[in-house]
């Protein structure tokens, strides 16, 4: 089992947090020892790749709990917008981000924009923990060359996307959202299309992204696009963890 | 079938839902009437009618009875 200290969530959530992760290698009794190893701690998530699902009896013996499902999948190609869509689009653009835009970004996440991460849906964490950890997270990505796009709708600004280059011709697409006031406009798909759309204009010959199985939306959405599973897997978590 | 059968039937092709549940449906009431399932049943909606709607009017097309109405713009009398 592999563990890594989360320094970064000691600056977003104010917490000691660890994160641990399944390996090929691992048997039962390697994670229980993995878990009894574990440094004193606010919360820890344990990542189960899906074909070890056997050895999550044993994470929720020792009290962690379900939180949700990730999957990764890749696009490799723009994908196609029918007749309707391809009429919408010609209303939408994007632009890198100014610095306006980001303080926007970063306003309308504070105020609640993301809903369905474990962290948002944890009653164990506050509103304003849950938005810090996407403020740090776009500063973060931006600080490690990621670029972060407005998206206007009828020239108004509606959204966000937040892309990076992570090989030669490999980009992921971290993050997007539509903000609150036009959120009843159909611009789910076409925010996750722009992204990917920007990412092979620029020479992308496949982009990737990870999506929770709490947002259906963004499911959705992938299942409409040609995407490609690259793997799977379940999150568990548990709140303190001292020492006896 | 009539043109309202048909306004009915976009929905129910589109959302999976029963046919008694269609009329009281509005945007974000079910989770299949999400952004993506309104840009379904916007095309669903012009492939039938042989529309092409505004911007304006999809974004304004927030359950089933506003749909009739906007409808109505294009010529589309939904009769029973």
Same mark, same amino acid.
């Given at each position: 089992?592999?563990?890594?200290?989360?320094?970064?969530?000691?600056?977003?959530?104010?917490?000691?947090?660890?994160?641990?992760?399944?390996?090929?290698?691992?048997?039962?009794?390697?994670?229980?020892?993995?878990?009894?190893?574990?440094?004193?701690?606010?919360?820890?998530?344990?990542?189960?790749?899906?074909?070890?699902?056997?050895?999550?009896?044993?994470?929720?013996?020792?009290?962690?709990?379900?939180?949700?499902?990730?999957?990764?999948?890749?696009?490799?190609?723009?994908?196609?917008?029918?007749?309707?869509?391809?009429?919408?689009?010609?209303?939408?653009?994007?632009?890198?981000?100014?610095?306006?835009?980001?303080?926007?970004?970063?306003?309308?996440?504070?105020?609640?924009?993301?809903?369905?991460?474990?962290?948002?849906?944890?009653?164990?964490?506050?509103?304003?923990?849950?938005?810090?950890?996407?403020?740090?997270?776009?500063?973060?990505?931006?600080?490690?060359?990621?670029?972060?796009?407005?998206?206007?709708?009828?020239?108004?600004?509606?959204?966000?996307?937040?892309?990076?280059?992570?090989?030669?011709?490999?980009?992921?697409?971290?993050?997007?959202?539509?903000?609150?006031?036009?959120?009843?406009?159909?611009?789910?798909?076409?925010?996750?299309?722009?992204?990917?759309?920007?990412?092979?204009?620029?020479?992308?010959?496949?982009?990737?992204?990870?999506?929770?199985?709490?947002?259906?939306?963004?499911?959705?959405?992938?299942?409409?696009?040609?995407?490609?599973?690259?793997?799977?897997?379940?999150?568990?978590?548990?709140?303190?963890?001292?020492?006896? | 079938?009539?043109?309202?059968? &048909?306004?009915?039937?976009?929905?129910?092709?589109? $959302?999976? !839902?029963?046919?008694?549940?269609?009329?009281?449906?509005?945007?974000? @009431?079910?989770?299949?009437?999400?952004?993506?399932?309104?840009? &379904?049943?916007?095309?669903?909606?012009?492939?039938? $009618?042989? !529309?092409?709607?505004?911007?304006?009017?999809?974004?304004?097309?927030? @359950?089933?009875?506003?749909?009739?109405?906007?409808?109505?713009?294009?010529?589309?009398?939904?009769?029973?």
């Amino acid at each position: 089992m592999d563990v890594v200290h989360a320094t970064w969530e000691r600056r977003n959530l104010g917490l000691e947090v660890y994160e641990a992760s399944i390996t090929p290698s691992d048997t039962q009794e390697t994670v229980r020892a993995g878990i009894a190893a574990l440094p004193e701690a606010d919360y820890v998530s344990i990542k189960v790749p899906v074909a070890q699902f056997a050895l999550s009896g044993v994470i929720e013996q020792n009290g962690f709990r379900f939180r949700e499902q990730l999957t990764s999948v890749e696009v490799t190609q723009v994908p196609t917008l029918n007749g309707l869509q391809a009429r919408y689009q010609k209303a939408i653009a994007s632009r890198p981000a100014t610095d306006q835009d980001m303080k926007t970004v970063l306003e309308e996440v504070r105020s609640g924009l993301f809903q369905t991460d474990r962290f948002s849906l944890d009653a164990r964490f506050s509103p304003e923990q849950a938005a810090n950890r996407y403020c740090g997270w776009i500063q973060d990505e931006l600080a490690r060359g990621g670029e972060l796009h407005a998206i206007l709708f009828k020239d108004k600004l509606a959204g966000f996307f937040l892309v990076r280059k992570t090989d030669t011709d490999r980009w992921s697409s971290l993050l997007a959202g539509v903000f609150t006031d036009f959120q009843q406009m159909g611009l789910g798909y076409f925010i996750n299309y722009l992204a990917y759309a920007y990412c092979f204009g620029q020479g992308a010959q496949s982009v990737a992204s990870t999506y929770s199985s709490n947002n259906l939306a963004a499911c959705k959405i992938h299942g409409d696009l040609r995407t490609r599973l690259l793997y799977q897997s379940y999150i568990y978590a548990r709140h303190t963890i001292a020492k006896e | 079938m009539s043109t309202v059968d &048909q306004y009915k039937a976009a929905f129910i092709n589109t $959302f999976r !839902v029963p046919s008694e549940e269609v009329e009281a449906l509005a945007y974000q @009431s079910i989770e299949q009437w999400d952004s993506l399932g309104h840009m &379904q049943l916007m095309s669903e909606l012009e492939d039938i $009618f042989k !529309v092409e709607l505004d911007i304006d009017d999809i974004i304004d097309f927030s @359950s089933f009875a506003k749909g009739q109405e906007i409808l109505g713009k294009y010529g589309v009398a939904l009769n029973g």
